[in-house]
């Protein structure tokens, strides 16, 4: 007999189309191979070299003022820029190149150069929300910019440059390749059922409970039945909501809240400040009505079982399809278990 917990399956991910092998037989297998260090040393209030504490001079030569808050700045190294001029290069189907305009910013979480998410009160956080907020429409109001991606880089096993807490926010001209593959699976569903494809996935998953890590008022987090990474989460709003902007002033606080269960129970997972790449995924600024976006947040954490190993993305994943050991369910299940 078939058993999700024993046999090697593949689930569908219905947000991107896309595959998983899950492979739960493997978990014991032996491991001789790279050792991570990510215990880091424990920061300083202030860095007098930190890039992005306040007073301090950037890499491009502008000072930081001595911000109290958070802090937002166009981020000196861009990879979009707005003055980029139109153009396009085409031969037949096969070279297809076009012009990207955009703009890039960095946020700073707090002056405090030793806090992480995990380490923040809930009031702090609310504040990072709120300017989340703030960016997401002052960005997606201009003309030419129809996608903001919101992104935090935590931990230097992430590529974060920088300890100091801070995120950075792309905003594209046109909708880059996650946001499309998600924007056509929710619409099409959205056709199909006349419903919504993540209020519909939350109700499944709440009758089975086996996947989720912790919720509030307004917010579930759960590690996705179709979850890639380890110890993968999705935060879904309880409420049908497409952007940060469409939250109430208690849901934005429960938004921050459950960001620091989240990130609390990582860190308590292998005693270490937990690395991952977190991000939203909002309704398109396209000025598109979008019916079918439902606000989320994914949160994709290399470490697997210790840590010191984390997962690799390579070989059968590079050449066919992403592949995990440890099934979401057994996932969910420590995550449930750790004190937030
Ligand atoms: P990451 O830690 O996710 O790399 O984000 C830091 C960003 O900060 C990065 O994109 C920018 C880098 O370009 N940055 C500045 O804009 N000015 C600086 O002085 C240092 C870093
Ligand atoms: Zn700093």
Redesign the pocket.
């Known amino acids: 007999m078939f058993d999700l917990k024993q046999h090697p399956h593949r689930r569908f991910n219905p947000l991107t189309s896309e595959w998983v092998l899950v492979s739960p037989q493997r978990t014991e297998r032996p491991w001789q191979g790279q050792v991570e260090e990510t215990q880091p040393e424990e920061q300083p209030v202030y860095d007098p070299d930190c890039?992005?504490c306040p007073g301090n001079a950037?890499?491009?030569g502008v000072r930081n003022p001595q911000y109290p808050r958070t802090f937002v700045?166009?981020?000196?190294?861009?990879?979009l820029r707005p003055d980029t001029p139109e153009g396009r290069v085409q031969e037949g189907e096969l070279i297809v190149g076009e012009s990207e305009r955009g703009i890039?910013r960095?946020v700073c979480f707090s002056p405090r150069h030793n806090l992480t998410i995990a380490r923040m009160s809930v009031a702090e956080i609310r504040e990072v929300v709120d300017t989340w907020v703030d960016q997401y429409q002052e960005l997606g109001a201009l003309p030419f910019i129809n996608w903001v991606q919101i992104f935090?880089?935590r931990g230097a096993l992430m590529?974060?440059?920088?300890p100091h807490p801070?995120?950075?926010i792309w905003a594209d001209e046109k909708a880059p390749n996650e946001s499309r593959k998600e924007a056509h699976s929710q619409s099409e569903y959205h056709v199909k059922h006349q419903s919504c494809l993540l209020c519909d996935y939350l109700e499944l998953e709440l009758r089975s409970q086996e996947r989720l890590v912790c919720e509030n008022d307004s917010f579930f987090a759960l590690v996705p039945f179709w979850a890639v990474w380890p110890f993968e989460i999705m935060v879904i709003s309880k409420r049908h909501v497409a952007g940060l902007d469409d939250l109430s002033g208690a849901e934005r606080t429960n938004l921050a809240g459950i960001l620091k269960q989240i990130t609390s129970r990582y860190d308590n997972l292998f005693q270490v400040s937990f690395p991952y790449t977190m991000g939203f995924h909002q309704l398109p600024k396209d000025g598109k009505p979008h019916p079918e976006w439902h606000l989320h947040a994914h949160f994709y954490p290399p470490l697997l079982r210790s840590a010191s190993v984390r997962k690799f993305m390579v070989g059968y994943e590079m050449l066919a399809m992403p592949q995990r050991d440890i099934t979401p369910e057994q996932a969910a299940n420590r995550l449930r278990e750790l004190n937030d």
């Open positions: 890039y992005l950037r890499a491009g700045f166009d981020n000196d190294f861009a990879a890039c960095v935090e880089n590529g974060a440059s920088n801070h995120c950075q």
